[in-house]
Structure formats: C-alpha cells, structure tokens
C-alpha cells in the first residue's frame, strides 16, 4: 500500500528526480512548489506540466514574498553572476533561509495529510555553497520537526526528511532519473533566462547541470540562448 510524502518540488533537474525517485519508493507524492519572488517562472511553468505525468496526487503552488526581504540575486535586481569559479564560497544566489522556509510549509502540509514522509533535492556535492544543502542542516531540520508537531509529540509518528541525492553527482543524479524515465526537457535550472525561456549557459545551476550531462555521456535536451557557450 502506497505512502503519502510531500516533495518540495521547483521544476528543476534535482526536484523532478527526486519526485520520480519517491514515487518509486512507494510513494504517492504531494508535490510543493513555491512562488516565491524569484527572477523568472519558467521552473513552475515545468513543475505545472511536469507534476501530473509522474503521478503526482495534489501539486500545491504556495505564493510567499521573498522579495519583501531580498538579499539574492534570485529575489532582488543584483545580479546573477556568470562564468564565475564555483567553489566553497557562498554565491549571492543564496537566497536566505529558503529551504528552511520551504521544508517548513512543507512540514505542516505533511501533518495536515497525515504524511510522515518529506522529500528534498538538495545535493552537498555538485552544488553553489548553499549552508542549507548540508546533511548536518538536514538533520537537525528532522530533529526539530519531531519536537514542533502535535502528531510527533502524540506519538502517531515520526517525520523523515529524505535526501536522496545528496552524496550523488550531478551525472549520477541524471543516470538515476533516466532509469525512472524522467524527461529531463520538461524541467528547468537557470537562474536567469532570456524572456523567451531559454537557459543562459552561464550561470552556476547552468554550469553544473551542463557538467552534469556531459559526464553522463549525454547532450543536455534544453535548448540554450544563441551565444552561450555550453561547457
């Protein structure tokens, strides 16, 4: 018998895998996508179409200002940065307490329906930095989920976070999905596409993907603007 879990879910490469990968853990996913005030909706535009086609029960579109408080290239007019040496240091794309915003909707969702399950696709390996991508964060988001929630304290459960991408590479994350049958087009990772939708080549998440597909032996099926220079 299936399990309920909601799957914070952006659209992405690492969300839409994650999902299939619930799924085929036995899970029915909820899916939980967020309108939060970033540069561009092309990422849910993906979600919207994407969500259905893996089973999907409820895909949940929560709309929270993050522009009202800034401080990332994502929710304010500084600028993403393009072709810069991605290493330890945390970029201005990090947009401040996002996933633990993010895991905390998706916290009371999952109490409401009952679910004991949630899904993250955060990756501490070929990522940008982002202190909320860490295993030791993960963790004591779980510790305190089961200290903040009526149904833990009742003792009806325990809550889970599940990562399962965390320790992959980006390569190892596509060749999981493809083995799902994840439709990589119908998802999207720029943080700063042209108008018409197509993917900058330039940026961090651009990069990391495009890294990610040729160490996977395959070509990338999103198309890029005309003048990026795909690595």
Known sequence: MSKKAVVLYSGGLDSTTCMAIARAEGFDPYPMSFAYGQRHSVELEKAAQYA?????????????????????????????????????TIPVTYVPARNTIFLSFALGWAEVLGAFDIYIGVNALDYSGYPDCRPEYIAAFETMANLATKAAVEGTGRYRIHTPLIDLSKAEIIRRGRELGVDYALTHSCYDPTADGLACGACDSCRLRLKGFAEAGEKDPVAYASGSKPE
Not at 56 to 65: F, G, K, L, P, Y
Request: net charge negative; glycine share 10%; charged share 30%.
């Open 52 to 88: 259905p086609r893996v089973g999907a029960v409820e895909h949940q579109v929560v709309e929270v200002d993050l522009r009202r408080i800034g401080g990332s290239a994502l929710t304010s007019d500084l600028e993403v940065p393009k072709g810069r040496a991605i290493d330890e």
